[in-house]
């Protein structure tokens, strides 16, 4: 079974900083994707970004981007100057990549305040 | 593109009532998945259909929990009785190949 954990219950960072969210995870697969949603108080869950286990590039989403270690399962996203309305719950999430869709498995969440 | 349509977006019910939450996929989506967070217990997945077929079920509570997929593009999940442990955030998320992960507003239910 796979699974997803977040070390990192709640953190602030002050706006126009930088801030680092951390997730590792645990699967015995070589194919798959890992995620990043972002949780605002109006409970939607939003996609921040998605990586490809099998690509070797980072991805990128404007102000986000992750550290994606394959060999470790670690998957850590970078926010850049940081605006209040990232202020928000972030989970790291997990699926397997096959034939047919397959559920995410998510983290308990961190929870981020950005500081005026 | 509408997006993961759900309704109703709230829901307070007496203990004992049945209740249904409804969901509508993306256009063109195969999968639906129903998951169910509390601070408790965070985000689970309760059920999740491929092309129609319940595919595992095994985080459905109980059997007072039922879910339907009566075509492709709408699912229902079912409270039969409700029980003040169900108030949760219900989700409903939509995916096709190589596209994952799309959710909906959710609904809160709130049992009393």
């Known amino acids: 079974a796979q699974t997803v954990t977040q070390s990192q219950p709640e953190m602030s960072v002050q706006e126009a900083e930088t801030v680092t969210l951390s997730c590792t995870y645990d699967t015995s697969e070589n194919n798959y994707y890992l995620f990043w949603y972002k949780q605002p108080p109006s409970r939607q869950m939003i996609l921040v970004i998605r990586?490809?286990?099998?690509?070797?590039q980072n991805a990128t989403e404007n102000r986000f981007s992750v550290n994606f270690q394959k060999a470790a399962k670690s998957f850590s996203l970078k926010i850049s100057d940081s605006q209040l309305g990232d202020t928000a719950m972030y989970f790291c999430a997990f699926t397997r990549r096959n034939s047919g869709n397959t559920p995410l498995v998510f983290g308990k969440g961190t929870r981020l305040s950005v500081i005026a | 593109d509408a997006g993961v349509i759900q309704s109703p977006r709230h829901e307070v019910t007496e203990m004992g009532q049945e209740v249904t939450l409804r969901c509508k996929l993306i256009?063109?989506?195969?999968?639906l998945f129903w998951y169910r967070q509390t601070m408790m217990r965070g985000l689970e997945l309760l059920i999740y259909f491929n092309n129609n077929v319940p595919i595992d079920d095994s985080g459905m509570p109980e059997d007072r929990f039922s879910a339907k997929m009566p075509n492709a593009s709408f699912s229902t999940l079912k409270i039969q009785p409700s029980e003040p442990r169900d108030s949760a955030v219900y989700f409903c998320?939509?995916?096709?190949?190589?596209?994952?992960?799309?959710f909906g507003p959710g609904t809160r239910l709130t049992v009393l």
């Open positions: 256009s063109g989506h195969n999968s």
């Open positions: 990586q490809e286990a099998y690509k070797q």
């Open positions: 998320a939509s995916s096709s190949s190589g596209l994952k992960g799309y």
